[in-house]
């Protein structure tokens, strides 16, 4: 069983961001807690619940806790629970936070505050008063592309020497600078990767790890990949690596997570669409998923 503080040294391996499945028009919490359990079965170190591949943004607050707890009740404390718990509302994101906390998560990821546009001060500020008032530990999420402002690298290194800020998941795109959080940041902060397709280059850089997509669909295999750079094979790592990229490529497609869903129902794991304002892919992206899948077998 997982101890209810999180560490840095919990995020060491292969954390899946879940899709929110849905029966039509409704959150399926029993496809849900079957995605959970893939995760368990695979060994996968953690789940991220309510993130950007579970469409946080177009879920009501009842839907957000009941999958809180079910991911919770699901992982029965054999994995680490993250939610996703950030927003553009400072106030918002702590009660989100707290709330997370009392159904039992064991973490959250708060990510930048996207339409606002913060300056590095008012990030400073945001983040700092998430963490003194969360009860669970803190992981940045820096996506600048979906958020339009960036946590720069000298706050990030700042913000790790805060005690209950134990990590940052890095989806900027930018290899040197997460080698450089990676090889200035206190021992007690974990930098974690938040791009598939650049999981392996960070850790060659530094990075313990990743919160990932495709591991939705290939958890075994995004753990084989991730254990083999942990244990400094990279060779072997490389071979995963280029082994998934004909499927990573075509999950880049279009606005995740909605490569990911028509991926997921295409191997028979029915989770339904994305939800409005998202769009279900085009045809040219559903044939190069296909496409990809047959070409990379057994995903088991």
């Known amino acids: 069983m997982l101890r209810k503080k999180l560490s840095s040294s919990h995020l060491q391996g292969v954390i899946t961001a879940l899709v929110t499945p849905f029966d039509k028009t409704k959150v399926n919490l029993v496809k849900f807690e079957e995605l959970v359990q893939k995760a368990v079965e695979a060994d996968l170190c953690g789940i991220v619940p309510l993130g950007t591949t579970g469409e946080s943004p177009a879920l ?125 940041a206190p021992g007690n902060f974990a930098v974690l990767s938040g791009d598939d397709t650049l999981t392996l280059p960070l850790m060659s850089v530094g990075a313990t790890g990743t919160i990932s997509v495709i591991s939705n669909i290939a958890p075994k295999l995004t753990k084989s990949m991730v254990d083999f750079a942990l244990g400094g094979d990279f060779i072997n790592a490389m071979n995963i690596h280029r082994k998934l990229s004909p499927l990573l490529g075509s999950l880049s497609l279009e606005t995740n997570p909605g490569p990911i869903k028509e991926a997921m129902n295409l191997i028979g794991l029915e989770v339904g669409q994305v939800r409005p304002p998202l769009a279900n892919v085009v045809n040219s992206t559903k044939k190069a998923i296909s496409k990809a899948l047959e070409n990379l077998g057994d995903l088991q």
């Open 60 to 184: 009501s607050t009842d839907e957000r806790h009941a999958l809180i707890q079910r991911a919770i009740d699901a992982a029965d404390g054999k994995l680490a629970v993250i939610v996703g718990t950030g927003t553009n509302n400072t106030k918002t994101t702590i009660e989100n936070s707290r709330v997370a906390a009392q159904l039992g998560a064991d973490a959250v990821l708060i990510v930048t505050p996207y339409y606002n546009k913060p300056t590095p001060a008012g990030l400073k500020r945001h983040f700092t008063n998430v963490a003194n008032s969360s009860p669970l530990p803190v992981i940045l999420y820096h996506i600048p592309g979906r958020c339009g402002v960036g946590i720069p690298a000298s706050l990030v290194l700042e913000l790790g020497k805060h005690e209950n800020i134990i990590g940052v998941k890095e989806a900027g795109g930018d290899v040197w600078r997460s080698g450089e959080i990676a090889a200035n």
